[in-house]
């Protein structure tokens, strides 16, 4: 239920929520006893005409009440809100899509059931993730719609600011999907402690009421563009979606494509709307019978109060009105609890013109259920009327093509002079010039035992290249040697 409430979860909120239902960063919701909660306005889409006899009930689990099998749902909820999940062997990752595209694809599809999988790409452009973010790769979107299986690359959207000192900062505004922000956060600090990455002077979250922002702080030389790039492949502010769209279907899991899961979706509107017209036309002409009644009785009002007053009791009374005007039993249960005031003029003309409105109503119903074209019209109505109620922007932007990650280390890395040492016994590090100039007097730190063989200033830019007596070598960018003061001996790296 809280899943159903989270609004970076699912892309129509289902539930209405009053206190705490957890955060994007990963924080539990509070228990239940600190929370209110209630069925949100297009949950009642999900819901209407449940009371119509448009759906079958079952008992439920302890055969104390009866469940719907499913819910009528003016609107496609699986493909809308998606479904994720593993049960019976069974996994799901169906993802969210634009409400208004789905309508729209699924109207297309009643009126033409010949429309091909690429007229519907051409209204679904593809998932619409709450979190936003931007989608690449659309031979994948294509490749899931057709089979159910398929892989996109979700990326967050970014921005590149500058500050004040000709400093510049990367902005991230939008996550992928089910990404948690506390852990991108701290992956991106980590990077920045460990100095995987020169350049990055701070990382914070600046989230608050008004929208997520998470911001990276860079030195002044940086450049943001090369940085960007390794935070992309480093870290989860890109990440890969796999589409695994199994859904439950003639009550058996099926892999389904995307014209099939709205196929399925508009045989169970077909079936909802058919069994709510039958329940409307049952009512209607239930009621028409009532109101002829009525009409009847009072057209001969002075002999129906003479047979009810000389009648004993309301049950004799429902049976000599049947006997002598031959009233139906229901029309003789209407007339003996008829109010005496519903017998002026008024009420009269009143009962006529509902007599009218029935027929009328009953001619409707009955030719939509004659009619399958009526009764997609039908469906086509309802489906609009959710659609303009409930549409609201596009949040994920669709790319065609994946961009490749270019990350040139040089562009990453602080050109700095450091000092470059090798023992005999085969240990090597690098070494600060401040550090070497502090204590260049003393021998560097080494093993008892062990001497200096080489011993020069390179830059962090440059490689080093280590080779054996068989004629191997070992290729050491300088800027991965552990950084080690020139006394210190420990956490060496051994060639």
Known sequence: MVRMSQDWKVRQLLIDMHGNNGS???DPPAAMRYTEARLSAISAELMRDLDKGTVDYIPNFDDSIEEPVVLPAMFPNLLVNGSTGISAGYATDIPPHFLPE???GTVLLMEKPQTTLDELLQIVKGPDFPTGGIVQ?????????????GKVIVRAKTDIEEVRGGRKQIVITEIPYEVVKANLVKKMDEIRFDKKVDGIAEVRDDTDRTGLRIVVELKKEAEPNAILHYLLKNTDLQ???HFNMVAIYNKTPQLMGLKALMQAYIDHQKQVFTRKCQFELRKAQERAHIVEGLIKAVSILDDVIRVIRASKDKKD???NLQNEFEFTEPQAEAIVNL???RLTNTDITTLQKEADELLNKIAELQAILGSEKKLISVIKREMNGVKKKFASERRTEIKEEIEELKINMDELIAAEDVRVTITHAGYVKRTSIRSYTASSKD????????SLLHSSVASTTDVLLLFTKKGSYLYVPIHQLPDIRWK???NMLQT
């Open 443 to 450: 021998a560097p730190g080494m093993k008892t035992g062990d």
């Open 137 to 149: 790769g659309l031979d994948g979107i294509r490749q899931a719609y057709e089979t159910g299986k």
């Open 102 to 104: 789905i309508i729209d």
């Open 317 to 319: 009374a429902k049976l």
């Open 488 to 490: 210190m001996t420990a």
């Open 339 to 341: 109010q005496l005031y």
């Open 24 to 26: 994007i960063d990963g």
């Open 239 to 241: 990440v890969a979606y």
